[in-house]
């Protein structure tokens, strides 16, 4: 009687808790704090010289890649390559090192079309605004990210609190004049008002559902292509969300068609993003540092005018090689049966693997 008496107690208890604690809207990666960090060694003395020969690595200039960055994880999983990002920022002058660091209009115009195939996001939109705007707080909710900008500085945000209106906030450059650790859930009056974590601009980032993903591990690769391989092959049998997921040109059925249309997906996840045309240069004078920030550098001015945005053409050889891709004759057998011609158009897909 005791023990049953004991063990009544303890449920109670332990349904009690979970009613009373705050239901978080935020993502397992912003609650694992798993982050990128500014001074990490992998990337803290990168250096980039184009624009200005000092203050110019990402430890001291970075803050704008490493918001991304996190933004980015914090929205799928996905693990994005901040000195491929800061090269690639670098080269279109949406980056600049010792220079004025990120600039956001660049940057942003840009880094949808370079990068959200790979990354998988796009952009909702940019622009100067609150964090209690009722479009900030209505993405968060349903699953978005953000980047934000304060006073010479770049963080993210990956989830929000209604119960007692607190924002989760992504650091990757933690110094005391911000008082926030790596992850900190943030009071929106703490965002608001004057001071050095005042938002005054935010970039809003959603997910691109990542169709293909039969094996659910967040990842589209061979691996995905042979599981769906076999399935044509009528050699595995699927579940009805891998039919879903499948399903990769959402037509309603899964064949030959999705499998064509997942490599093709893959291939333009993998490929290396080309800008042919190259800004001139463009020595835009530092604002003032904060006092006891880690050399970060500032990012540019809020009045600062969006850049002409250059045309981005796929080189020769990349063109060439999604071209061959996508102008593939599609076979004319029936979709609801795999015919023998079918099977060895499988058969071949599976020796290129």
Known sequence: MRFQKFMRVLLTCVITIACIMPK???TANSAEGLLYYQFDDRWKNTKFTKYSKTANTMSSSGCGI???CNAIYALNGIRPDAVEVAAWGVQTGGYRPGAGGLYRYDFYERVESAYSQKYRFYLENYCYGSVTDARFIQHLQTGGVAVIHVASHFM???GYNPENNTYCVLESAPVKSRGLETTSWVPAQTLITAGSTKVDWYALLSNIPLLGDVNADNQLNTKDVQILQNYLLTNETFTKKQ???ADVNQDGEVNIY?????KHVIQQMQLPVVIE???EEDITEETEVLEDAPAEAPTEETT???AEETTQEPTEETTQELTEETTQEPIEETT???TEEMTQTLTETNEEL
């Open 24 to 26: 978080f809207s935020m």
């Open 66 to 68: 490493f918001s991304f």
């Open 156 to 158: 993210a945000i990956s």
């Open 243 to 245: 039919f879903e997921e």
């Open 258 to 262: 999705d499998l064509i249309a997942l």
């Open 277 to 279: 045309d190259e800004p």
């Open 304 to 306: 600062q005018e969006p």
């Open 336 to 338: 609801q049966e795999l």
